[in-house]
């Protein structure tokens, strides 16, 4: 690890601001992912700003019905949340399925949501990487691309978002709260949350340098089965190959969000519409357009029998 | 490990770097947060209580808690098998929640209450985990067993909570220490030697099931 000077902020506004004004700051939340990249100089910060002290770290009812997620609530207590697990299972089911219990006490919502790729070229410094290091090129396209994405990609960049939460937000419709450095606060949808790569795969997300994520609301719930299937080369604490998150109502509609293909979690309401039609019918348009690799063209194969899992599971 | 004697060569270190950071600040805007590197090691103070006893260290920020405990405290139970939050040998129980203390900063623990393994039994007064690991030989080499235990004793605490997992069938009932869930809940704790099905063994008795 490189260096830093390390300070706790009191308020959002003001961990907000201090990142803008200090140069080469980052926050720090759970630490599960920043650490990890700082071992590895990935990720360089010159100070670190610690949200602990936010007060971030509850779970309240919004008048209209639905949740708010403080952005520092842990991942294991809002899977265990008795309002989640009853009404947004789905979220539950998506959290317990990834990492291991120990870092999901640490992990926190807008940390999870901000987790980066798990590219194995992004991860060695000695490779082209342009998201790393932006210009560098991209030695996973050629390279060894089996766990990497098959749309929303580009020639910049195949990467995924590598995270299992996400995919239960995108599904839910959650919102994401932040205030800016100038302490104005703004809701972004989870559909304009993420970015895709295009030709600037080192921007990930919407948010401006500083932003803070305050909390994560859900709208009120919309009943249904709740599944989260999660396919990957062990049978836990391993990333998705393909996963699946689905609400399903007793006719059959309903939605889908897949993790695992693409570099935001990936969610088209057109081909939601066949859903009672089956995943043979929903495949093709939930991946129109879709750019696999020679290594990673399995996943196509897979997310149809994934969601065709999860569509009998659904059923019961 | 001669502490001091560390920080001294770090100083050296400070020397070269602050000349790379005036060669740097004359390259363009896009190298900017390179050239504001903080070059020099940085130190903080910070109390925990670790085992029940407080301690009050200067830590450069960047110790871990996992290099505080093992370091600085010369805790050595505690062991360090990737440092990258993948194996699960460092596991300790913070605040009464098992964490990997390997992606975890010493600073972020200010005020915090750590339990290791020595402080879950002594020798003569071994917890039961430690005891039933011993009675079921839940070890070979014994490397990732300190982290199996801390982990162990946390995974009863949260079935006990009612803390979901991947195999929990049912969201709205309370989860049981059954194999599968154990085995579930234990993933996070890798052992080279395969000493897993023992382990099982040695957590069903603590938890009053049938393995
Ligand atoms: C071995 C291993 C296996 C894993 N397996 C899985 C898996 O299967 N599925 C899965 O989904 N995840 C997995 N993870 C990733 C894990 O979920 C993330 O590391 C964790 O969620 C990150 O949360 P954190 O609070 O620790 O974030 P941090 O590491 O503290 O922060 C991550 C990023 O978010 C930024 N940040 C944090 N909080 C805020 C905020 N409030 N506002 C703005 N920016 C903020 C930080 O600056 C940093 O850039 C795994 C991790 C490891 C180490
Ligand atoms: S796929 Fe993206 S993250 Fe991976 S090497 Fe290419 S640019 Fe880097
Ligand atoms: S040393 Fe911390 S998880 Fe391996
Ligand atoms: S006992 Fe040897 S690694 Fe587990």
Known sequence: MKPFTYARATSPAEAAAAVARTPNAKFIAGGTNLLDLMKLQIETPAHLIDLQDLKLDRIEETKDGGLRIGAFVSNSDLASDARVRRDYGVLSRAIVAGASGQLRNKATTAGNLLQRTRCPYFYDTNQACNKRKPGSGCAAIGGFSRQLGIIGTSDACIATYPGDMAVAMRLLDATVETVRPDGAARAIPIADFYTLPGSTPHIETALVPGELITAVTLPKPIGGTHIYHKVRDRASYAFALVSVAAIVQRDGSGRVAVGGIAPKPWRVEAAEAVLPQGAAAVTPKLLAGAKPTHDNAFKVTLVERTLAAALIEAKG | ?211
Request: glycine content about 10%; overall charge neutral; some cysteine.
């Open chain 2, 1 to 211: 490990m001669d502490i001091k004697s560390e920080t001294e060569v770090s100083r050296r270190g400070v020397l070269v770097g602050g000349a790379m950071t005036a060669g740097l600040a004359a390259i363009p805007a896009a190298a900017a947060p390179v050239a504001a590197q903080q070059e020099r090691p940085m130190t903080m103070p910070v109390t925990l209580t670790v085992n029940g006893k407080k301690q009050t260290l200067e830590v450069d920020t960047r110790t871990t808690l996992l290099d505080t405990l093992r370091e600085h405290l010369h805790l050595t139970g505690t062991k360090k098998g990737c440092d990258h939050g993948q194996c699960g040998a460092c596991t300790v129980i913070v605040d009464g929640k098992r964490i990997n203390s390997c992606l975890s900063l010493a600073v972020m623990h200010q005020g915090d209450k750590i339990t290791t393994i020595e402080g879950l039994g002594t020798p003569d007064h071994l917890h039961p985990m430690q005891a039933a690991f011993v009675k079921h030989d839940g070890y070979q080499c014994g490397y990732c067993t300190p982290g199996q235990i801390c982990s162990a004793v946390a995974v009863l605490a949260e079935i006990k909570a009612g803390t979901p997992s991947h195999v929990t069938a049912s969201l709205t009932d309370a989860p049981r220490a059954t194999n599968a869930e154990m085995r579930e809940r234990m993933s996070g704790n890798i052992c080279r030697c395969g000493a897993y099905s023992n382990i099982l063994d040695a957590m069903s008795e603590v938890a009053g099931t049938n393995a």
